[in-house]
């Protein structure tokens, strides 16, 4: 189980003037749910598309299973699309990644941007394309978006990456390393263990964020990877916001960060925790499948992009 970890390709930076799509595939949307990101998207100086088909509803889907292919599935084939943003993410893509035809986007790839239930889509891309995608916020999560997190997403898909910075936390393990970062939402990665769309991730940088998860699950998850021999051989752990965890009357007596610890602290490679990465204001922005550094030390831990 490896991922092909030689340099991945990157779709081509966008410009002022150039179409995003917004893509609803999983949980429905209405357009006030992203007309303030319509408008930021336009400020930025690209133009926006927008299908109404987005806003049908089936049941808490954004309509049936074929009405999300299609529509995503037109977005990857046509050519004046640049860039495709998730408009939210909640649970769906699931039920329709395995009906999708990659094959023009990958002779013509083009920045595709997401997270949470997206991870699986950004996962698949990596695994099987080799092509880089950005982990960052959707439009239905642009209105609790910091400016700087938004400002640094909009710099990213012009070609001018940020490094990413966190205070000094009293778990991190010292270190620095460089390698491809790969990682998303833990739960996803984890429901998708074992299935030929995610690969080990050796000699990888990993990145790992979660939201509403029982403290206890987190745990059972977080030793099913390492069980598996996901976590062995990393170069480095990046462990983003672990948000509004969950802990039953009799409590599980620690916190999630602290778990995660107690599981990865036998490894040699640098760990960061509390990374501002997940379901959070501060959801920076990163290119799945890039070529980075971790620098881990006694102020700050870091990412910088390499190429």
């Known amino acids: 189980m490896t991922i ?3 340099n991945s390709i990157s ?10 799509e917004i893509i609803a595939c999983a949980k429905s949307i209405s357009f006030r749910d992203v007309e303030d990101a319509v408008s930021l998207i336009e400020k930025h100086g690209f133009t926006v598309k927008l299908n109404p088909k987005n806003f049908d509803k089936d049941n808490v ?3 049936t299973i074929n009405q999300r292919i299609k529509i995503l599935q037109d977005a990857l084939d046509n050519e004046e699309v640049k860039a495709i943003f998730f408009a939210r993410g909640g649970y769906g893509t ?5 009906y999708l035809d990659f094959t023009y986007f990958s002779k013509k790839p083009k920045w595709l941007i997401g997270f949470s239930d997206i991870t699986i889509i950004l996962t698949y891309i990596k695994t099987h394309f080799n092509i880089q ?4 916020p959707m439009p239905y999560n642009f209105k609790s978006t910091d400016d700087n997190t938004l400002n640094n997403l909009f710099n990213l898909i012009q070609g001018h990456p940020q490094k990413i910075t966190a205070p000094f936390f009293k778990l991190n393990k010292l270190g620095s390393c460089k390698g491809l970062v790969v990682g998303g939402n833990l739960s996803i990665l984890y429901s998708l263990m074992g299935t030929k769309d995610i690969g080990g991730v050796k ?3 990993l990145f790992l964020e979660d939201v509403d998860e029982y403290l206890y699950h987190l745990e059972r998850m977080m030793y099913t990877m390492d069980r598996s021999g996901l976590l062995k051989n990393l170069r480095g752990l990046i462990i983003g916001q672990m948000t509004g965890m969950l802990d039953n009357e009799n409590s599980f007596g620690k916190t999630s960060y602290q778990l995660i610890y107690d599981i990865v602290k036998k490894y040699d490679y640098p760990i960061c925790f509390n990374f501002p990465i997940g379901h959070t204001a501060h959801n920076q922005p990163i290119i799945v499948g890039a070529e980075i550094e971790l620098d881990v030390n006694k102020d700050v831990s870091k990412i910088t992009y390499l190429s």
């Open 4 to 6: 092909n970890n030689m």
């Open 94 to 98: 699931i039920q329709v990644i395995d």
């Open 133 to 136: 995608t950005i982990h960052a």
């Open 11 to 20: 779709p081509p930076n966008l410009k002022k003037g150039d179409c995003i």
């Open 61 to 63: 889907f954004a309509g």
């Open 203 to 205: 000699d990888s940088i």
